[in-house]
């Protein structure tokens, strides 16, 4: 079974700085995928971010990456430059390649200050 | 613009009412799923559907009924089995069932509160 954690329930950042929210995860496969969604007050859920488990480069998808350690099972996200915009909850969640059920964490919730 | 909508928004039901949550895409996406969120918590999988006519029970389908009789549309039926239905709605969908990165897309959520 897949299990996400995520230790950090709420995040404070100052606009215009870096902030990296801490994602580990448990599965025994050999071919997964780890994903990145963000939660708006307004509820959707936003695909941010996507590392399969072969890829040798980290992710990156404008100002966010993501900072894979498979040897730690580790998938932290690093948002660059922080706006006020981005003050949302964060979500890790992972996937067993050809199977569809993607596996959340609890999330965190980031606040950027001005 | 292509995606997915959720209806209704908000929705209020009576305790021993059954109640209907609609999903449609216009993705042309094989795959749909449904999920539930609770005050701090992460998404549960209720079911999906990777194909027409076919549909497979999630981690927590106890009290919920779905179909899938267009591509387009997965609506979830929440019964008065399920015994803590106040909760928030999310569906969803990719591509295709099976495959190498399989995001998938949320469609706005419907709000769902037991009176």
């Avoid at chain 1, 488990?53 to 040897?71: M, V």
């Avoid at chain 1, 730690?72 to 067993?96: E, P, T, W």
């Avoid at chain 2, 992460?42 to 029970?57: A, E, H, P």
Wanted: charged residues 20%; aromatic residues 12%.
């Amino acid at each position: 079974a897949q299990k996400i954690t995520q230790t950090q329930p709420g995040m404070f950042v100052q606009e215009k700085e870096a902030v990296t929210l801490d994602c580990t995860y448990d599965t025994s496969d050999q071919s997964y995928g780890l994903f990145w969604y963000k939660q708006p007050s307004s509820g959707e859920m936003i695909f941010l971010i996507y590392q399969g488990s072969y890829d040798e480069q980290n992710a990156t998808e404008g100002r966010y990456s993501l900072n894979f350690q498979k040897a730690r099972k580790s998938a932290n996200l690093v948002i660059s430059a922080s706006q006020l915009g981005d003050s949302a909850m964060y979500f890790c969640a992972s996937m067993n390649t050809g199977f569809q059920k993607l596996v959340f964490g609890t999330g965190t919730r980031l606040l950027v200050s001005p | 613009d292509g995606g997915i909508t959720q209806s209704p928004k908000y929705l209020f039901r009576k305790e021993g009412q059954n109640v209907t949550l609609s999903c449609e895409q216009n993705l042309n996406h094989d795959a749909m799923y449904w999920y539930r969120q609770d005050p701090g918590q992460g998404l549960r999988l209720i079911y999906y559907s990777q194909i027409v006519n076919d549909f497979q029970k999630g981690d927590i389908a106890e009290g919920y009924s779905v179909s899938r009789e267009k591509k387009e549309s997965f609506p979830l039926t929440v019964t008065s089995a399920q015994k803590n239905p106040t909760a928030f709605y999310l569906c969803a969908s990719s591509i295709d069932g099976g495959g190498d990165r399989g995001e998938q897309f949320f469609g706005p959520g419907t709000r769902l509160t037991v009176l």
